[in-house]
């Protein structure tokens, strides 16, 4: 633990300004010697706000707080800090963190973001992609916020997949409140990273940078659904800048949860159509059906799938059949082609492809 790393998180500065300051230096302690030993020095504008944060009474403070709670630190001289991230010249000097950080390194790295008011489909597609991509060595990335965040987390870690929270504000902060449970079962199973001072509120303006830290530590960012505003778009559209790849889930055009996937979509976005297209894209070998996570058939799913054969039926007739409820019925085939059970082709019409289904 490294009092002089708290002190250095604490600056307001830009994280690309205080990158290239620790360029000339070994380590923070040694900038803190250098700026007390030449307070007299003319200082250029960018610089000043380190002679200003030179509070030890405050920063002793927190140190106290992170040694009381456990926090951890690393900095990008450290072999732990998340290799992807650290490319960057804007990425945090320092991070605070729970759990094993370590682990990210070792991993693929994927994040998922989308709506905080999320529809039943964008929860049921983001279980589907979680779900599946443990059965992978990855690491599921999200921001821990209400919604689609939430959802990817408990996914993850459900389905006994790492997973990575990064946070707006101080790390020993939980927002939203609500996500206690979650919260402490990632700091028990996978890792919580901040670049905010322990005790930081969850401002506004944290998430636009927090973001920045979810695009920069992975190779891919999954889009579930964004409206046309959408802070998820800001994540996608940093990863853009980081030549990242960017995947959006294509949804309802009545749906405004999902224009700005859409919109992605138009701009260039891989195009999510089931987890062979997260594989094909980041080249990660697909390992087959893995029976001992499939989850138990709903009866409903057994009377789509046995009432198809490979002549093709339109949705009118399943839903007639069937007797289930319209929306329900497109999340049940939704979930059904995307484990490859069935397959929708042209004008809502629907075959069986997969005579494994369980």
């Known amino acids: 633990m490294n009092l002089y790393d708290i002190w250095f998180s604490t600056i307001k500065l830009p994280d690309e ?4 300051i620790m360029r000339s230096f070994r380590d923070t302690e ?3 010697v250098f700026l007390n030993e030449h307070k007299d020095y003319n200082y250029s504008f960018s610089t000043k706000p380190l002679l200003a944060s030179m509070n030890m009474e405050y920063v002793e403070k927190l140190l106290e707080i992170t040694i009381k709670q456990g926090i951890k630190i690393v900095t ?7 290799r992807l991230l650290k490319n960057y010249d804007d990425s945090p000097y320092v991070l605070y963190y729970f759990g094993n950080i370590k682990k990210i390194n070792e991993l693929r790295n994927i994040s998922i973001v989308g709506s905080r008011l ?19 060595n990855v690491n599921i990335v999200s921001g821990m916020a209400k919604g689609i965040d939430s959802v990817a987390h408990w996914g993850a870690v459900n389905n006994g997949a790492f997973s990575t929270a990064v946070l707006g504000c101080g790390i020993d902060r939980i927002y939203p409140a609500e996500n206690r449970s979650l919260y402490n079962k990632i700091k028990e199973i996978g890792c919580i990273i901040s670049q905010f001072p322990t005790s930081t509120p969850p401002f506004a303006y944290n ?11 992975s190779e891919l960012i999954i889009v579930v659904e964004a409206e046309k505003r959408s802070g998820s778009l800001i994540t996608a559209n940093r990863a853009l800048d980081q030549s990242k790849h960017v995947m959006a889930v294509p949804g309802s055009i009545f749906s405004s ?23 094909s894209l980041l080249k990660i070998n697909f390992v087959g059906k893995q029976k001992k996570k499939v989850k138990r058939r709903s009866k409903e799913m057994e009377k789509i799938y046995n009432i198809l054969t490979d002549t093709p039926m339109h949705l009118d007739d399943i839903m007639r059949i069937t007797n289930i409820d319209i929306k329900l019925l497109y999340e049940l085939l939704l979930e059904m082609q995307l484990e490859d059970s069935i397959k929708c082709i042209a004008g809502n019409y629907y ?3 997969n005579d494994d289904f369980q």
């Open 30 to 32: 040694e900038l803190w």
């Open 118 to 136: 999320c529809s039943n489909y964008g929860k049921e597609v983001t279980n589907i992609i979680t779900s599946q991509l443990s059965f992978y």
């Open 351 to 353: 075959v069986k492809i």
């Open 76 to 82: 990008k001289k450290d072999d732990d800090y998340p």
């Open 207 to 217: 998430f636009p940078i927090r973001n920045r830290i979810i695009s920069g530590m």
């Open 257 to 279: 949860k999902s224009k700005g996937t859409h919109d992605l979509i138009s701009d260039g976005a891989h195009i999510f159509t089931g987890i062979e297209s997260i594989l």
């Open 17 to 20: 300004i205080k990158n290239q």
